[in-house]
């Protein structure tokens, strides 16, 4: 069964060190001897979360048991500064002890449909199964102001659907290629946090949080884990145009 929870902070500094706390009990809960798996997000929300991760827990983590994937990446060298990689090793890599070995880039310079099915390859050896399919402990996933989720923008909502691990997008307005993962393994996660903040976000999180059965269908409207647990994580800027039924079933902090 799966469950849903909003969580709503009063400013992106709480949101960030409730995140990244929150993340370290759950893996240290599950780091009973074996490996743990993160996809993280790209953009700029998570950068917070990632620095105070760095800045807090590099030393308070078994990080050689941690094995760290991208949800998505930009079809881009890994040093360009639109690169998912870059943002991820300048705020968080550089500072704790994890091995090379287990951080998991995609290869922005691969030909992308070579890189897709490369990484969904990669997934799918270092992943344990679950209905036969990779299953990630946390998937950490921002949300576009257009609802899209990695990168699955509403103009190609299918490739939510794809069958392969990975696919190959496009940003619909720069058309820059992307690499991104699923729905099918997207919603086979044991853990999904959704990581919103600011105003710019509000119309889109009221948008998917209200009967998100009757309103237009978004790619992030269809991350629904199929056993996981969901968490949405937003600052009070993103959530002030939840109404007052969605806000009383929130957790507020
Ligand atoms: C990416 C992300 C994407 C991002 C949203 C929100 O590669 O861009 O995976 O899904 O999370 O676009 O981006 P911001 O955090 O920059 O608003």
């Known amino acids: 069964m799966n469950k849903k929870t909003i ?15 929150f ?6 809960q599950d780091l009973s001897g074996k490996q743990y798996s993160i996809a993280l997000s790209g953009g700029s929300t998570p950068k917070k979360i990632y620095q105070y991760l760095a800045d807090n827990y590099s030393d308070k983590i078994d990080w050689q048991k941690i094995k760290i994937f991208f949800g998505d990446e930009r079809c881009v ?7 998912n990689y870059k943002m991820a090793y300048e705020t968080l890599f550089t500072k704790i002890s994890i091995i090379d070995e287990n951080i998991f880039k995609i290869n922005g310079e691969t030909p992308p449909i070579e890189e897709a ?64 993962i699923t729905g099918e393994i997207i ?5 999904i946090v959704f990581i919103v903040t600011g105003e710019e ?41 939840l109404d007052s039924q969605i806000k009383e079933t929130c957790i507020i902090l």
């Open 201 to 241: 976000k509000s119309k889109i999180i009221s948008e998917i949080l209200v009967n998100d059965n009757e309103k237009k269908t978004f790619p992030a409207s269809l991350v629904k884990p199929k056993n996981g647990e969901l968490i949405w994580m937003m600052d009070s800027d993103a959530a002030q145009l």
């Open 187 to 191: 919603n086979n996660a044991k853990l």
């Open 77 to 83: 060298p890994s040093n360009d500064v639109d690169s």
């Open 23 to 28: 993340l370290i009990k759950r893996i240290n």
């Open 7 to 21: 969580k709503i902070f009063s400013s992106i500094e709480k949101l960030a060190i409730h995140s990244a706390d």
């Open 117 to 180: 099915a490369r990484y969904g390859k990669i997934i799918k050896a270092n992943l344990p199964k679950i209905n036969d399919i990779p299953q990630f402990d946390v998937i950490l996933l921002g949300l576009g102001g257009d609802g899209h989720t990695t990168s699955i923008f509403p103009e190609q909502i299918e490739k939510f659907y794809s069958p392969n691990i990975c696919e190959v997008a496009s940003h619909p307005i720069t058309g820059q290629k992307r690499i991104t």
